[in-house]
């Protein structure tokens, strides 16, 4: 098993190192501009949304020794995702002590397209859901045995570890917290040093993570940090307009690029399991629900319109749950032959739709979250910044690859010194809203020509037009393009 399971984490990881080259996203790109450039003290002492701190500091570490190539600043995010794997099957052996679930788990993981996406995504997403799930396992470990002090420190440091990733962590150790706790009332008679251990841990695990924010609070004071939520509150809630929405774009996340037969075997696994967990009373393996469960309330209840990407962490629980569930339905003691055959199928169809993924040269959440702009802006300094300008829509990409190219930021259309514009237009922003008789500088130019198109943009080139006042002409009479 220890074998096979090294063979699926090193396949993984190859299959996500092709990725990692990737164009820059925004979010990415605007925390390397705007923190992990920085130094170390700014970046513990300066929140927003963005700034993941203790995944911001790796960035600044890994960036520093390594440069700012995109796959340098991923490293972290790569490293973390790639983590996951191993220790997903970890959770899986230690709720079912079934080793298909723990091979199970680990192909759900590592072809499972988010997760590869956050993986070689320099954003902290892959280390919440490592330090969610290692808490998660560090729980179900403290129930069986509660008595292992260490643990106890081990899960408080972990819980706020996570937290100082992102800290939507609060949700996966509140319901850590609530699990634990349960456990020690079902223990007959209760055990009051049970109870001081919990409350004790998580006490632990507040003060520290209090100490990790002190001194953003210290130097921007807590109404920055109150005003930073409220400006994200207000930004997402324009997106998610209810509970049932954001569960389903969760939902949507989980199984997005994934095969219909592989959603059907997940979901049916994830029903036996809720089913046997229901019907064993004293066994511990209801405890990943109640991190779910206590999540989703504790979410629902702040009304906090969390984005898809943030419920990440719940997606290796809810894999390994599915697995045990599957591995119940696959060894059946009285069907041998049919168990083996399921067992055969569930393996196959989890590997094919890893392999499928992998086909998706472009994996990105956020609609249009990718703006093909680097190789634009190469051709645009090969031509001569001074005589060319690029038009797209807005992303801090565009800001971060001049910085690698160390190069200014091209000229405008109106400048008299322009030759030609580079388009770059895609689905959100299409030709005719980026190029049109609405953009000053319009009339100086011929219509433009597709030069070529990309995974995920077309790039145009307009040239200016030669001088026409001597012919009587002042070029209004252009066509506007169409899309």
Same mark, same amino acid.
């Given at each position: ?7 699926? &984490? ?12 990737? !164009?820059?996203?925004?979010d ?11 130094s170390?003290?700014?970046?513990? &002492?300066?929140?927003?949304?963005? +700034? ?25 995010a790569f ?14 052996w ?12 680990? =192909? ?12 070689? +995504? ?10 969610a &799930?290692l ?14 002090k260490?643990?106890?420190l081990?899960w ?7 937290a100082?990733?992102v800290?939507?962590m ?20 209760a ?24 001194p ?7 109404h920055k940090? =109150? ?11 324009? $997106? ?5 929405q954001?569960?389903?774009?969760a939902v ?10 592989w959603?059907?075997?997940l ?9 046997r ?5 004293g ?31 719940l ?12 591995a ?27 392999a ?6 472009? *994996?990105?959440?956020? !609609? ?8 634009? *802006?190469?051709?645009? $300094? ?15 990409a565009?800001?971060y690859?001049?910085?690698r190219?160390?190069?200014a930021?091209?000229?405008q ?20 809203? *980026? ?42 009479? $252009?066509?506007?393009p169409?899309?």
């Amino acid at each position: 098993m220890l074998v096979l399971l090294c063979a699926i &984490t090193l396949a993984a990881a190859a299959g996500r190192w092709r990725l990692l080259d990737h !164009p820059m996203r925004y979010d990415e790109s605007y925390n390397y501009l705007n923190y992990a450039s920085r130094s170390p003290g700014y970046i513990v &002492t300066h929140y927003t949304p963005n +700034n993941h701190v203790l995944h911001t500091l790796m960035v600044h570490v890994t960036s520093r020794f390594l440069g700012d190539h995109p796959a340098a600043l991923r490293l972290p995010a790569f490293v973390g995702g790639v983590l996951l794997i191993p220790m997903t099957a970890g959770l899986a052996w230690a709720v079912s002590r079934r080793r298909f679930a723990v091979v199970l788990s680990a =192909l759900a993981v590592a072809g499972s397209s988010p997760l590869i996406e956050y993986s070689v +995504n320099a954003r902290g997403y892959s280390w919440l859901a490592l330090f969610a &799930t290692l808490l998660a396992w560090l729980t179900l470990r403290l129930i069986r045995h509660p008595d292992h002090k260490r643990f106890w420190l081990l899960w408080a440091l972990i819980a706020a570890l996570g937290a100082y990733v992102v800290p939507v962590m609060i949700l996966a150790v509140t319901g850590s917290f609530v699990a634990l706790l349960i456990a020690n009332s079902r223990t007959q008679p209760a055990r009051p040093n049970g109870l001081r251990r919990v409350l004790g841990g998580g006490a632990i695990a507040a003060g520290v993570m209090a100490g990790f924010y002190l001194p953003i609070v210290l130097f921007e004071g807590l109404h920055k940090l =109150l005003a930073t939520k409220e400006m994200a509150y207000g930004i997402l809630g324009g $997106q998610i307009d209810s509970f049932g929405q954001m569960v389903l774009a969760a939902v949507t996340l989980a199984f997005r690029h994934a095969a219909l037969p592989w959603i059907v075997l997940l979901l049916l696994g994830l029903a036996v399991y809720v089913y046997r967990a229901a019907r064993r009373d004293g066994d511990a393996r209801w405890t990943p629900l109640v991190i779910v469960a206590t999540a989703l309330a504790l979410a629902a209840a702040m009304q906090a319109p969390f984005p898809a990407r943030a419920w990440l962490f719940l997606f290796p629980i809810l894999f390994a749950c599915a697995a045990d569930g599957l591995a119940q339905l696959a060894w059946l003691p009285t069907r041998r032959y049919a168990s083996a055959a399921l067992a055969l199928v569930i393996a196959g169809v989890s590997i094919a739709g890893s392999a499928g993924i992998l086909a998706h040269s472009r *994996l990105c959440a956020e !609609p249009g979250g990718l703006v093909e702009i680097e190789s634009v *802006l190469r051709d645009c $300094q090969d031509f001569g910044a001074e005589r060319c300008a690029v038009v797209s829509r807005y992303s801090p990409a565009r800001a971060y690859y001049l910085r690698r190219l160390g190069a200014a930021e091209p000229a405008q259309p109106t400048s008299n010194g322009v030759r030609r514009v580079y388009i770059v237009a895609d689905e959100l922003r299409p030709l005719a809203d *980026l190029w049109g008789p609405h953009v000053d500088g319009y009339h100086n130019f011929a219509l433009p020509r597709l030069s070529r198109t990309v995974a995920t943009a077309s790039l145009y080139l307009a040239d200016r037009l030669p001088a026409l006042t001597a012919q009587g002409g002042s070029g209004d009479d $252009q066509i506007e393009p169409g899309p």
